[in-house]
């Protein structure tokens, strides 16, 4: 049986992390992914990376859902799936999700992950914070989520911004459980 894991692409600027973390999961022959995507987040898509970037992350997902479809299975407890990762999250989606306002497909799907106690992963891509960014991480951390800003280590000696993305997309599947080689491991030999 295949793990179904959630995308979500929310309106923060970093619209190569969710694209990243699609090619990823797809690697995953025992993965399923379900996608949805906000409107901002499809805007940033295709300005960030390239006109076609939307169609190539729709085409990576197994099952795609318009952020309005909050009748797809993804909205329902019912519908299991492991988990969800969204990348990357704006402020405007932690708040939605820390304050279980569940009015697009991604914060309703985010917030039945946490009510079904399943793995939920946030790239919160913000900088700088003010206080209530920070009272909504610490808000989603104690209903069961985990905060994930995508920091960039130094340890594995990045090259370029791939390897960047890739190991903060590395520590995401980390969290899951889902093997990769998407950056050097402290400890590990530089090869």
Same mark, same amino acid.
């Given at each position: 049986?295949?793990?179904?894991?959630?995308?979500?692409? @929310?309106?923060?600027?970093?619209?190569?992390?969710?694209?990243? $973390? $699609?090619?990823?999961?797809?690697?995953?022959?025992?993965?399923?992914? +379900?996608?949805?995507?906000?409107?901002?987040?499809?805007?940033?898509?295709?300005?960030? %990376?390239?006109?076609?970037?939307?169609?190539?992350?729709?085409?990576?997902?197994?099952?795609?859902?318009?952020?309005?479809?909050?009748?797809?299975?993804?909205?329902?407890? @019912?519908?299991?799936?492991?988990?969800?990762?969204?990348?990357?999250?704006?402020?405007?989606?932690?708040?939605?999700?820390?304050?279980? +306002?569940?009015?697009?497909?991604?914060?309703?799907?985010?917030?039945?992950?946490?009510?079904?106690?399943?793995?939920?992963?946030?790239? +919160?891509?913000?900088?700088?914070?003010?206080?209530?960014?920070?009272?909504?991480?610490? =808000?989603?951390?104690?209903?069961?989520?985990?905060?994930?800003?995508?920091?960039?280590? +130094?340890?594995?000696?990045?090259?370029?911004?791939?390897?960047?993305?890739? =190991?903060?997309?590395?520590?995401?599947?980390?969290?899951? @459980? %889902?093997?990769?080689?998407?950056?050097?491991?402290?400890? @590990?030999?530089?090869?």
């Amino acid at each position: 049986m295949k793990r179904k894991i959630i995308v979500g692409i @929310s309106g923060a600027s970093g619209a190569l992390y969710g694209l990243r $973390l $699609l090619e990823a999961l797809k690697k995953q022959a025992s993965i399923e992914i +379900f996608l949805t995507i906000s409107r901002t987040g499809k805007l940033l898509l295709q300005d960030e %990376i390239a006109a076609g970037a939307l169609d190539q992350a729709i085409a990576l997902a197994d099952h795609y859902y318009e952020a309005q479809e909050l009748w797809a299975p993804i909205a329902s407890g @019912s519908f299991y799936t492991d988990g969800m990762i969204i990348a990357p999250c704006s402020a405007k989606t932690l708040a939605a999700i820390a304050h279980g +306002f569940g009015d697009t497909l991604l914060s309703r799907a985010a917030d039945v992950v946490l009510k079904e106690r399943r793995r939920l992963v946030l790239l +919160f891509r913000e900088t700088p914070l003010h206080l209530t960014h920070i009272d909504n991480m610490a =808000q989603v951390t104690r209903m069961g989520g985990v905060i994930l800003p995508p920091v960039p280590a +130094f340890y594995h000696k990045p090259a370029s911004i791939d390897d960047i993305i890739n =190991q903060s997309i590395g520590k995401a599947l980390d969290l899951f @459980s %889902i093997e990769h080689a998407l950056y050097r491991r402290w400890g @590990s030999p530089t090869g």
